[in-house]
């Protein structure tokens, strides 16, 4: 009996440079390249958060009346916190809506 091992014959494929990588469900799709979304209250310090002004909430709420979160509006998360609770806030004394504007059957 000799200590060898049998090897195998199979070899994996290198993932090069002409190659996409396969993860479990198959191969991933690549994004394409997007403009990073910048916070519009960090860009201009001018304008203010404030739950008595519903124009400026409404750029925050989808049409079904959700608050749009951070990784879609762009804001950051100190500016995305004073929006949630405006928001609340305004919705609280009826400036905005809760749901959205669509009646009932």
Do not use: W
């Not at 209250?41 to 124009?55: H, Q, S, T, V």
């Amino acid at each position: 009996m000799s200590d060898e091992r049998p090897t195998s014959t199979y070899q994996r494929p290198s993932s090069g440079p002409g190659q996409r990588p396969t993860g479990p469900g198959g191969p991933r799709k690549k994004r394409p390249f997007q403009r990073r979304k910048v916070c519009r209250f960090c860009a201009e310090k001018n304008l203010a958060i404030d739950y008595k002004e519903p124009r400026t909430l409404r750029y925050f709420i989808s049409e079904r009346g959700k608050i749009v979160p951070r990784r879609i509006s762009g804001n950051c998360a100190a500016h995305q916190r004073q929006i949630t609770e405006a928001i609340k806030r305004a919705r609280n004394i009826a400036l905005l809506p809760v749901a959205s504007n669509h009646a009932l059957p």
